[in-house]
C-alpha cells in the first residue's frame, strides 16, 4: 500500500464500472464541481485519489496530504477514495492487473 496515506480515519471509496460518474459523485458530495477530475471518457481516473473531508474546517483549500499541522485533526473527519473503473477504460491489460490487484489488497487490508 506504498504512496497511500496513513490509515489514520475513515474512508469511503466509490468502487465500479468505467464511466458511471464516481468521480461526479465526489464532486456532488463534497460541493465542488472539479475536485475529481471528470470526462465523458472512460477511464481517466487512473490512480487511487484521496480526498480529506472535514479536515481542518476554514482550512480545506489550504491543507494537502502530507502537509504537517500543529494542531489536531478534527475527529469525524474522513477520507472520500476514487478509484480507476473496471469495463470499459481503453487501457492496456498489464495497467488493468495492476489496478485489480492493488484494489484486492487495498480492500483486504484497510
Known amino acids: 500500500m506504498d504512496g497511500c496515506p496513513d490509515a489514520d480515519r ?3 471509496v466509490f468502487i465500479g464500472r468505467s464511466n458511471v460518474g464516481k468521480s461526479s459523485l465526489v464532486n456532488m458530495i463534497t460541493n465542488r464541481k472539479s475536485l475529481a477530475f471528470t ?4 477511464g481517466k481516473t487512473q490512480q487511487f485519489n484521496y480526498f480529506a ?3 481542518k474546517p476554514g482550512r480545506e483549500k489550504e491543507v494537502k496530504y502530507g502537509d504537517v499541522l500543529e494542531t489536531e485533526k478534527d ?3 474522513f ?3 476514487d ?3 473496471f469495463g470499459y477504460a481503453k487501457v492496456p491489460d498489464k495497467l488493468r492487473r495492476q ?3 492493488f484494489l484486492e489488497e487495498y480492500a483486504a487490508n484497510r
Open 75 to 77: 475527529m469525524d473527519s
Open 53 to 55: 473531508v472535514n479536515d
Open 83 to 85: 478509484v480507476p473503473g
Open 79 to 81: 477520507y472520500i477514495v
Open 99 to 101: 489496478w485489480s490487484l
Open 39 to 42: 470526462s465523458k471518457r472512460p
Open 10 to 12: 475513515g474512508e469511503v
